[in-house]
């Protein structure tokens, strides 16, 4: 093949550390000592510093959920909840199975969000109230929860008697927080805490998880599709499709143990059919709030679509489905997005068997279509040769394919 032929159109630079968010994941503990779960709260950066916007830490909480987590806790979850995370149902983005959600002391128990959370609970959730008081106020969200956290910083001993009788014999456990010393932990065991969390047993530990480079136009038109009755569900396919980020995302949430299926959905389409477009809709809202606080990379972006694109325009030639190509040529790229080996990323990932060996790196057609993108991009010639016998193409028909790539991805960046 002649290099002057197919120029190398993409120069991409990754950047050395990608855009990173912080979370901050604190032990909460049995009377035992044992490990029962988390409170996991967002961080500005890597230290002890809190954000500010309780809204902004939400949504980032549960984006950081709904996406890869390596070293996921073990035990439950506990999540601050802002009132608009509650009404809305962003939280339902959350597995029920091992979510908690901590309704903050200054959201007001109003029918709205009282009407929200009976339907959470409908669906699996667990409430903890935070830092509550003996409030009459308060009293209509005990119903709901299933823990009741008390600040032992800021109540004194009448404060929690109120609290307990408030509770009456309902089947709550009561969670004492910011225990400090030993006479606090003796307090709470005798007032009849049975969970404990404070800086007596550990700090808060900072995890900093890469994100993905996001595609903002794409999310806005997703949006748009979103919010036209009825939708659109081939558009939305497309626009799902034309960000690996969205791919991923789309798949995780199709395939959590919130739906609790018995088989694995491995394609996009099948996903968005079973998680309907209101979960998606929720899913992307999350995704945009986020969004102008990580970084685009557009050489990225680009290569993934043209490698996206020009997989798919193989699987005529080589007998697969075309929509299985695009997706392998979308998340070949996930390894550098997440600055992850792909050996863990393929664990979490739910595609079929055929695409993870292509992605794992095992010979097969599939990996074959993968290669000779690759090659393209490097401009790495003989290998091309080799691969070009293997599909059965020629170097005029694989060209004109990767150039019509090439100038479909920059339209759609540039559209």
């Given at each position: 093949m002649d290099p002057a032929v197919v120029e190398n159109p993409i120069a991409v630079v990754v950047p050395a550390t990608a855009p990173m968010r912080f979370v901050?994941?604190?032990?909460?503990?049995?009377?035992?000592?044992?490990?029962f779960g988390y409170e996991l709260l967002f961080r500005t950066q890597q230290?002890?510093?809190?954000?500010?916007?309780?809204?902004?830490?939400?949504?980032?909480?549960?984006?950081?959920?709904?996406?890869?987590?390596p070293d996921r806790p073990q035990g439950l979850a506990f999540v601050n909840c802002t009132r608009t995370a509650l009404v809305e149902s962003i939280v339902t983005l959350l597995p029920s199975s091992n979510t908690v959600l901590e309704i903050l002391e200054n959201i007001e128990p109003d029918p709205d969000l009282i009407e929200s959370c009976l339907a959470l609970r409908q669906q699996g959730y667990r409430f903890a109230l935070d830092d509550f008081s003996p409030l009459p106020s308060r009293a209509p969200l005990i119903p709901l929860a299933d823990f009741i956290k008390i600040d032992f910083r800021t109540s004194d001993?009448?404060?929690?008697?109120?609290?307990?009788?408030?509770?009456?014999?309902?089947?709550?456990?009561?969670?004492?927080e910011k225990i400090e010393t030993y006479e606090e932990m003796r307090i709470a065991l005798s007032e009849g805490c049975s969970l404990f969390q404070g800086y007596f047993f550990a700090r808060p530990v900072t995890v900093a998880s890469p994100t993905l480079p996001r595609n903002h136009l794409v999310y806005l038109r997703l949006l748009a599709a979103l919010g036209r009755r009825p939708a659109d569900l081939r558009e939305i396919e497309r626009l799902v499709m034309s960000d690996a980020s969205l791919c991923y995302r789309v798949l995780r949430l199709a395939n959590s143990a919130l739906y609790g299926l018995f088989?694995?959905?491995?394609?996009?389409?099948?996903?968005?059919?079973?998680?309907?477009?209101?979960a998606v809709r929720r899913m992307v809202s999350v995704a945009v709030a986020g969004a102008l606080a990580g970084s685009r990379s557009t050489p990225l972006l680009s290569m993934a679509l043209v490698r996206a694109r020009f997989c798919e325009s193989l699987a005529p030639h080589i007998s697969a489905q075309p929509s299985e190509l695009y997706l392998l040529g979308m998340l070949s790229l996930l390894e550098l997005l997440l600055e992850t080996?792909?050996?863990?990323?393929?664990?979490?990932?739910?595609?079929?068997?055929?695409?993870?060996?292509?992605?794992?790196?095992?010979?097969?057609i599939l990996r074959s279509a993968l290669d000779l993108a690759r090659c393209l991009e490097s401009c790495e010639w003989g290998r091309c040769q080799d691969l070009l016998q293997f599909v059965g193409l020629t170097e005029g028909s694989v060209t004109a394919l990767y150039l019509e790539s090439v100038r479909w991805a920059s339209t759609e960046l540039s559209s």
């Open positions: 901050g994941r604190q032990p909460i503990v049995d009377r035992k000592g044992d490990l230290s002890d510093t809190f954000l500010s916007d309780p809204e902004e830490a939400t949504r980032e909480i549960v984006d950081y959920c709904s996406m890869l987590i001993a009448r404060a929690r008697r109120e609290i307990y009788s408030m509770a009456g014999g309902a089947p709550i456990q009561f969670l004492a088989n694995e959905v491995t394609s996009v389409r099948g996903a968005l059919l079973l998680v309907g477009d209101d080996p792909m050996d863990r990323i393929l664990e979490a990932l739910p595609i079929g068997p055929e695409m993870k060996a292509a992605l794992s790196g095992q010979p097969g």
